[in-house]
T-cell receptor, first 116, second 113 residues
Framework: NAGVMQNPRHLVRRRGQEARLRCSPM?????VYWYRQLPEEGLKFMVY????????ESGMPKERFSAEFPKEGPSILRIQQVVRGDSAAYFC??????????????FGPGTRLTVL | GESVGLHLPTLSVQEGDNSIINCAYS??????FIWYKQESGKGPQFIID?????DKRQGQRVTVLLNKTVKHLSLQIAATQPGDSAVYFC????????????FGSGTRLLVRP
């Protein structure tokens, strides 16, 4: 069984460009979480989505960031007009249902975004 | 605001010794505390959790202790092995509408051969 897949694994963008990060959850999983990790820091929650719905976006910056999880296809985290401060590792986690137990959020390998 | 943090950024231990990684938290409302292991270039991997109404839980070579009085959490690894070298994070699970995880800042464990 394939785990959570994220692509690209590394992404380089110049300031002002757009970044699109993709997350394919594990088969059968309909819940997706996005987290951001700065170097030498812990992960910070950004957004929680179910298929076609944003459930909790309390960790998302108010501007330039958006996320979606369409009925078909991967979840997308989109960052418009990137700035250097957006450079980080972005992790996706998926679960088969609302994570009522603690070991059911499975993490992907992350996308390392570098903004030049 | 809520926060979860660690006392030691780096811990170096001899192979075969026991390791203790500590974590302090400030929010008393969480239902679970969880330890994750993150190897270089990978996502976090679940190790063990403990419910807030417990004070100790044991797994394979790992033990988690919770002291709610002083809001302190620790992870003990017995007979540390080179494969245990990684960054370890404690996290709280908020069982509200989103079940999101709140992570601490991490401790790097280095195992000397």
């Amino acid at each position: 069984n394939a785990g959570v897949m994220q692509n690209p694994r590394h992404l380089v963008r110049r300031r002002g460009q757009e970044a699109r990060l993709r997350c394919s959850p594990m088969k059968g999983h309909s819940h997706v979480y996005w987290y951001r990790q700065l170097p030498e820091e812990g992960l910070k929650f950004m957004v929680y989505l179910q298929k076609e719905n944003i459930i909790d976006e309390s960790g998302m910056p108010k501007e330039r960031f958006s996320a979606e999880f369409p009925k078909e296809g991967p979840s997308i985290l989109r960052i418009q007009q990137v700035v250097r401060g957006d450079s980080a590792a972005y992790f996706c986690a998926s679960s088969p249902y609302q994570a009522t137990s603690t070991d059911t959020q499975y993490f992907g390998p992350g996308t390392r975004l570098t903004v030049l | 605001g809520e926060s979860v943090g660690l006392h030691l950024p780096t811990l170096s231990v001899q192979e075969g010794d026991n390791s203790i990684i500590n974590c302090a938290y400030s929010n008393s409302a969480s239902d679970y505390f969880i330890w994750y292991k993150q190897e270089s270039g990978k996502g976090p991997q679940f190790i063990i959790d403990i419910r807030s109404n417990m004070d100790k839980r044991q797994g394979q070579r790992v033990t988690v202790l919770l002291n709610k009085t002083v809001k302190h959490l620790s992870l003990q690894i017995a007979a540390t092995q080179p494969g245990d070298s990684a960054v370890y994070f404690c996290a709280e699970l908020f069982m509200d509408s989103s079940y999101k995880l709140i992570f601490g800042s991490g401790t790097r464990l280095l195992v000397r051969p």
